[in-house]
């Protein structure tokens, strides 16, 4: 593995040592979650993304997730994710054209407005989805926080999903139609749990299959981190309003082999790494409520699109037609309103 791969930055070369072919190349995806950025040296925007989706899978769609890329770099504080939307809004249009393949890259977008802004939030949620055209379908606003100093907190405070400014931020989202994606950690499970029960008509996205923390002082008993996140799992799919983003998960996990420092992993190996976490989430919330992410570029440091897809694949072998359906696109369509056509 190269020095710039350890360093957590995209190694093309050290990935194009494995390559396989696509596996059920027709069907159809939607990928609901990915990034574009220049940041750290790191460049991933049109060019690159469009490589990755030509890799032999079926990707008919994408949606852009915030990532805090093109802000504006001045005016008021609260208006300069606005030049995210503006940025992913002119992406989207250069794929729509169809100048550059099928695929409709950014067709929807995950976009930011602080919801801590309360009751002016609202205002700025229009304006993000008129400078979208119509494309700006959800908010993030991470909030992942552990009390452990050995992991890293997104939120400086624990239990912003509760804060009562959040939440008067939070009511202008189904106001207008659009949906939430939450990234927190395992422990905070309850948190959406809440959220849901107190916006039953919001849809909420949870990014990640909940970040089970693998790291740090969890590191230690990995069999009752996941019996603690299934535990949570199992208390929020009981909430209809919530759907589960499927991906973005360690790979080298126990009893899933070491793959070698020199190769990257095979699409066996991430499957079997991620498959009790997936098969868990898809059995707790059902295929039409669960959707699976590249996380890409973030991903890339680990796998390739290619492989990534094809250990989705993997996972998914058993599932029914109506059921890949869902997981790979129906899903990802019906909560962001990506035109399937």
Same mark, same amino acid.
């Given at each position: 593995?190269?020095?710039?791969?350890?360093?957590?930055?995209?190694?093309?070369?050290?990935?194009?040592?494995?390559?396989?072919?696509?596996?059920?190349?027709?069907?159809?995806?939607?990928?609901?979650?990915?990034?574009?950025?220049?940041?750290?040296?790191?460049?991933?925007?049109?060019?690159?993304?469009?490589?990755?989706?030509?890799?032999?899978?079926?990707?008919?769609?994408?949606?852009?997730?915030?990532?805090?890329?093109?802000?504006?770099?001045?005016?008021?504080?609260?208006?300069?994710?606005?030049?995210?939307?503006?940025?992913?809004?002119?992406?989207?249009?250069?794929?729509?054209?169809?100048?550059?393949?099928?695929?409709?890259?950014?067709?929807?977008?995950?976009?930011?407005?602080?919801?801590?802004?309360? &009751?002016?939030a609202l205002? *700025?949620l229009e304006?993000?989805?008129?400078?979208? =055209? +119509?494309?700006? $379908? %959800?908010? !993030?606003?991470?909030?992942?926080?552990?009390?452990?100093?050995?992991?890293?907190?997104?939120?400086?405070?624990?239990?912003?999903?509760?804060?009562?400014?959040?939440?008067?931020?939070?009511?202008?989202?189904?106001?207008?139609?659009?949906?939430?994606?939450?990234?927190?950690?395992?422990?905070?499970?309850?948190?959406?749990?809440?959220?849901?029960?107190?916006?039953? &008509?919001?849809?909420?996205? *949870?990014?990640?299959?909940?970040?089970?923390?693998? =790291? +740090?002082?969890? $590191? %230690?008993? !990995?069999t009752k981190?996941?019996?603690?996140?299934?535990?949570?799992?199992?208390?929020?799919?009981?909430?209809?309003?919530?759907?589960?983003?499927?991906?973005?998960?360690?790979?080298?996990?126990?009893?899933?082999?070491?793959?070698?420092?020199?190769?990257?992993?095979?699409?066996?190996?991430?499957?079997?790494?991620?498959?009790?976490?997936?098969?868990?989430?898809?059995?707790?919330?059902?295929?039409?409520?669960?959707?699976?992410?590249?996380?890409?570029?973030?991903?890339?440091?680990?796998?390739?699109?290619?492989?990534?897809?094809?250990?989705?694949?993997?996972?998914?072998?058993?599932?029914?037609?109506?059921?890949?359906?869902?997981?790979?696109?129906?899903?990802?369509?019906?909560?962001?309103?990506?035109?399937?056509?």
């Amino acid at each position: 593995m190269s020095g710039s791969h350890i360093a957590g930055q995209v190694d093309q070369a050290w990935l194009d040592r494995h390559t396989e072919a696509a596996l059920e190349p027709e069907l159809p995806i939607i990928d609901p979650h990915h990034h574009m950025w220049v940041r750290e040296g790191n460049v991933y925007l049109l060019p690159e993304l469009l490589a990755d989706v030509a890799s032999g899978h079926n990707v008919i769609a994408t949606v852009f997730e915030e990532c805090r890329s093109m802000y504006r770099a001045g005016g008021p504080e609260e208006e300069k994710s606005l030049g995210e939307t503006e940025f992913v809004t002119g992406i989207a249009a250069m794929g729509a054209s169809g100048v550059f393949g099928a695929c409709r890259v950014c067709a929807r977008m995950v976009g930011r407005v602080d919801l801590l802004a309360g &009751n002016r939030a609202l205002g *700025l949620l229009e304006r993000h989805l008129i400078a979208s =055209g +119509g494309r700006f $379908a %959800a908010i !993030r606003q991470s909030t992942a926080w552990d009390a452990s100093d050995r992991i890293h907190n997104v939120v400086p405070v624990q239990g912003m999903l509760r804060d009562s400014a959040f939440r008067a931020g939070f009511a202008g989202l189904a106001a207008l139609g659009l949906a939430f994606d939450a990234w927190v950690y395992h422990p905070q499970l309850d948190e959406v749990g809440e959220l849901a029960d107190a916006f039953p &008509n919001t849809p909420i996205v *949870l990014n990640h299959v909940g970040s089970p923390i693998l =790291g +740090g002082p969890y $590191a %230690a008993d !990995r069999t009752k981190v996941f019996a603690d996140w299934k535990a949570g799992m199992t208390v929020l799919a009981k909430r209809p309003n919530v759907t589960v983003k499927l991906g973005a998960l360690p790979i080298r996990l126990p009893g899933a082999g070491t793959p070698s420092r020199d190769m990257p992993p095979t699409s066996e190996e991430v499957a079997a790494a991620w498959r009790p976490w997936l098969e868990t989430s898809i059995e707790l919330f059902g295929a039409e409520r669960c959707m699976f992410e590249s996380n890409f570029p973030v991903q890339k440091r680990w796998s390739s699109y290619q492989v990534t897809w094809n250990a989705f694949k993997r996972i998914a072998a058993g599932a029914s037609v109506a059921e890949k359906a869902a997981l790979f696109a129906g899903t990802a369509a019906r909560v962001y309103g990506v035109p399937l056509s």
